[in-house]
């Protein structure tokens, strides 16, 4: 996830976005090559600094050895870190790996961390388990790529790593190979992972604040390290890392934006910490756009997750934006307020947009969440600077697991043309957002086009 | 003043470019082989083509159509000469009460004009959107699956074709 989105931001930086991507060796911009050559550099130091741990000997552990509570422990820990996400194929056994991240550069896959001996994590110890999570070494020594963001896991305490083994060891073995990572030289070598970690990890311990409540804390702790919500929501530099400077200012995943979850947030109405708690277990509030794309994953996973750790969750991330509470609340109000008299297009509005906002929209999106749909000028997506959200959810609707309740909203992407589709955008974001016109609407559509080209199997 | 193509036939409709296809269809053209469901996108039951892809028709408002080729479930075949679905779904008796089944069959029809081959995971996956409350599902799916194996055997291809005449 963290490389496509280094490469994401090495394109966008580069001014070089090509429509289609063809080959990805072909289109490598000249600052990437320049990071590129840098790593290729930093990793063959690395290399030579950089202990690279020994294998550890196989100390096979015994599943039916755990603790049943340290085991329920680790499905809740496991279920705040998302672990089951990337290391499920679509339509995979549970935990077997082989999802890939798609890039310029090439793509990752996700391992298989079932406890099959073979294929998966069986032989590892506890103690390698630790050594993968914190520090980014497998027990063969070699360094992951920081895909795994064990530059947040490394907070995560014995306790908490010790449950999540706990829980990971006593799942089914499934024997299934990932395969291959497909990157581009220097990235295709470890030591690049090395460089990387030489720059930008730093090995923490976490420590409480004294002056926050326990609540925070916990959230702070949850937020931080296991849940690696930073790992979207704060911006990257030119090399995948993410800028500590502006943590939780908006970042990018999977071609969507993550927004910004501080004073920078784009949201109307702010995130209180009882509207966080009843989204983030729901994926719903009722002033907030529903959760879709990479979030909806992470809301399905804290669906299951108990209440008061949710809660910490949402009491931290809340305090991370420090505007007034209450000027917050009007700002929102006022933007509702202009939906009410946006219901419907005034008789006046004959642009195409309006008539497509009618004819296709507004049916569910008038009244606030009246038709369980929400009135647009309160959507995120349509405050944001770039398009690609809202065209996202237009093209792809938003779907639950196959079974399970969860937002919902259906696909356009056949009823509309791309160039209906950019009228639609432009109607909604100026009449809506009261924002001026994104600028390149057809453009994000190709990058979205080749992007979808290139998965198989989806709907 | 709006001019549509449906099932190859070239209709001129009175209607405000804000209403759904859908009441144009069975209002206007009284083709009522779509059916309303839900009005909200949530049943399929109002599914047609557009541009060989499926659509709801109950969101689409007629002013996206201009120029584009709508196809309805008569535009697979006839009573006297039913198209490669309609007899699949006779020959599985997958109906029971049938209201969902010309969104059923057109939904099928846009998955397996561009691969009958399609695999049970395949169908399933694309028909998701599509519900049946009678529980018919599994006659459903299979007479989807009949009807594409029919499609890949030699020559049948082209028989929803000929009927549909510009269903190309």
């Known amino acids: ?459 | 003043m709006i001019t549509l193509n449906v099932n190859g036939k070239i209709e001129n409709v009175d209607a405000d470019p804000g209403t759904p296809l859908l009441y144009v269809l069975r209002d206007h053209l009284r083709l009522n082989g779509a059916k309303y469901g839900c009005g909200l996108g949530q049943c399929g039951a109002c599914t047609v083509l557009i541009d060989d892809e499926a659509v709801f028709s109950c969101l689409t408002p007629i002013s996206l159509l201009a120029e584009r080729k709508i196809t309805t479930v008569e535009g697979l075949g006839t009573i006297a000469e039913p198209g490669v679905l309609q007899r699949a779904f006779i020959g599985e008796q997958a109906a029971q009460c049938g209201y969902c089944i010309p969104g059923m069959m057109m939904r099928a029809q846009a998955l397996l004009r561009a691969n009958p081959g399609a695999t049970d995971a395949e169908i399933r996956r694309h028909m998701r959107p599509n519900l049946c409350r009678c529980g018919t599902h599994m006659r459903i799916l299979r007479a989807i699956k009949r009807a594409g194996s029919e499609m890949t055997s030699a020559g049948a291809k082209p028989a929803a074709k000929k009927i549909a005449g510009a269903a190309k």
């Open chain 1, 1 to 459: 996830m963290i490389w496509a989105k280094l490469f994401a931001k090495l394109f966008d930086e580069a001014a070089f976005a090509p429509a289609v991507l063809p080959d990805h060796a072909a289109v490598i911009p000249v600052r990437a090559l320049t990071g590129l050559a840098l790593i290729a550099i930093l990793g063959a130091a690395a290399c030579s600094v950089i202990d690279l741990r020994d294998a550890h000997s196989a100390a096979q552990p015994a599943p039916a050895g755990f603790d049943a509570s340290l085991v329920a422990r680790g499905a809740q820990l496991a279920a705040i870190g998302d672990c089951g996400f990337c290391h499920t194929a679509p339509g995979g056994r549970p935990f077997a790996g082989g999802r890939g991240v798609d890039s310029p550069f090439g793509t990752l896959y996700s391992t298989n961390i079932t406890p099959d001996a073979e294929t998966g994590i069986g032989r590892w110890s506890l103690a390698d388990f630790t050594q993968a999570m914190r520090e980014g070494v497998d027990p063969g020594g070699r360094h992951l790529y920081p895909a795994f963001p064990y530059d947040h896991f490394t907070l995560v305490t014995d306790d908490d790593i010790q449950a999540i083994y706990a829980y990971v060891m006593t799942r089914d073995p499934v024997r299934a190979e990932s395969p291959d990572n497909d990157l581009v030289f220097p990235l295709s070598l470890r030591a690049s992972a090395a460089a990387w970690k030489l720059m930008f990890f730093k090995r923490e311990v976490f420590s409480p604040d004294p002056a926050q409540s326990e609540q925070w804390n916990r959230g702070f702790y949850l937020v931080q390290g296991l849940g690696h919500c930073g790992a979207c929501h704060t911006p990257r530099n030119v090399l995948g890392a993410e800028k500590k400077d502006e943590s939780f200012s908006g970042g990018d995943a999977e071609g969507w934006h993550a927004p910004a979850l501080n004073q920078n947030s784009p949201a109307p109405f702010p995130w209180t910490v009882d509207r966080l708690v009843q989204y983030l277990r729901t994926g719903v509030d009722d002033v907030h756009e529903a959760a879709a794309g990479p979030m909806a994953p992470v809301v399905h996973d804290l669906s299951q997750v108990a209440e008061n750790d949710v809660r910490a969750i949402a009491v931290y991330v809340a305090s991370l934006d420090n505007r007034p509470l209450q000027e917050r609340e009007k700002k929102g109000e006022e933007f509702a307020a202009r939906s009410v008299t946006r219901g419907a297009p005034a008789a006046s509005e004959t642009s195409r947009g309006a008539t497509i906002y009618t004819g296709a929209c507004a049916t569910c999106h008038v009244g606030r969440r009246q038709h369980g749909a929400l009135e647009l000028s309160l959507s995120t997506s349509l405050a944001l600077p770039k398009p690609n959200n809202l065209l996202h959810i237009i093209q792809e609707g938003i779907t639950p697991r196959d079974g399970e309740r969860g937002p919902w909203m259906p696909s356009f992407a056949g009823a509309l043309t791309d160039a209906q589709l950019a009228e639609l955008a432009d109607y909604l974001r100026t009449g809506f957002a009261g924002q001026p016109a994104w600028k390149d609407v057809p453009g994000e559509l190709k990058k979205s086009e080749s992007r979808k080209s290139k998965q198989t199997g989806g709907t």
